[in-house]
């Protein structure tokens, strides 16, 4: 069974920087591409970010680039997201998901699985 | 970047009718070299994560009900519920994956019961 599941939100200060882990299980996580995706508090879901299979290849959304690192670690089966100079509008729930690849090819963007997401508040 | 509007914001349909939840993008999704549609429905029910139905515009995720299904081609794009089910009441995004990123999501049909 494919399982995603995100840790490391929590409360932090404008400025201030927060790490999040996505552990992925039941899949071959090494031959996958991942993606952050977020959401904040009664909105709408949000891409923010996306890296390739073996980490050489990553891309951001505006709202976050220059802020936030996307990197994996393929022999922990983990992927991270590094938040640095955080602002009030980062407040979301942060959720990790599945690059879909069918036996042939792989798909950015397309996601096929989600973790049930950590939420990430900042605030003075 | 390729903006995605969705119509309505919000809909009410009695169990056992027709729901249709529509979706445009703001430059064509398809790609001619491999005939598809870089277009995705999620759905995503009170606090859960979004969950994949269709993707390739028409093409149901392993294990999605056949009451769901996609249509459309370039711009305009359309999700269908023949016969609404108590557990159909979710939010439901479009999102495309077209070339590079970002990769662009609607902003949200609210799906409920009349």
């Known amino acids: 069974e494919v399982q995603l599941v995100e840790s490391g939100g929590g409360l932090v200060q404008p400025g201030g920087s927060l790490r999040l882990s996505c552990a992925g299980s039941?899949?071959?996580?090494?031959?996958?591409?991942m993606d952050w995706v977020r959401q904040a508090p009664g909105k709408g879901l949000e891409w923010v970010s996306r890296?390739?299979?073996?980490?050489?290849?990553?891309s951001y959304a505006d709202s976050v680039k220059g802020r936030f690192t996307i990197s994996r670690d393929n022999a922990k089966n983990t992927l991270y997201v590094q938040m640095n100079s955080l602002r009030v509008e980062d407040t979301a729930v942060y959720y990790c998901?599945?690059?879909?690849?069918?036996?042939?090819?792989?798909?950015?963007?397309?996601?096929?699985?989600w973790g049930q997401g950590t939420l990430v508040t900042v605030s003075s | 970047d390729i903006v995605m509007t969705q119509s309505p914001d919000s809909l009410a349909v009695s169990l056992g009718e027709r729901a249709t939840i529509n979706c445009k993008s703001s430059?064509?999704?398809?790609?001619?070299?491999?005939?598809?549609?870089?277009l995705a429905w999620y759905q995503q029910k009170p606090g859960q994560p979004p969950t994949l139905l269709i993707y390739?515009?028409?093409t149901r995720e392993s294990g999605v009900p056949d009451r769901f299904s996609g249509s459309g081609s370039g711009t305009d794009f359309t999700l269908t519920i023949s016969s609404l089910q108590p557990e159909d009441v979710a939010v439901y995004y479009c999102?495309?994956?077209?070339?590079?990123?970002?990769?662009?999501f609607g902003q949200g049909t609210k799906l409920e019961i009349k």
């Open positions: 390739w515009a028409s």
């Open positions: 890296i390739n299979s073996d980490g050489s290849s990553t």
């Open positions: 430059q064509s999704v398809f790609y001619s070299s491999n005939d598809k549609n870089y």
């Open positions: 039941g899949f071959s996580f090494s031959r996958y591409w």
């Open positions: 998901a599945r690059g879909y690849c069918s036996s042939t090819n792989c798909y950015a963007g397309l996601l096929d699985y």
């Open positions: 999102q495309q994956y077209y070339s590079t990123p970002p990769y662009t």
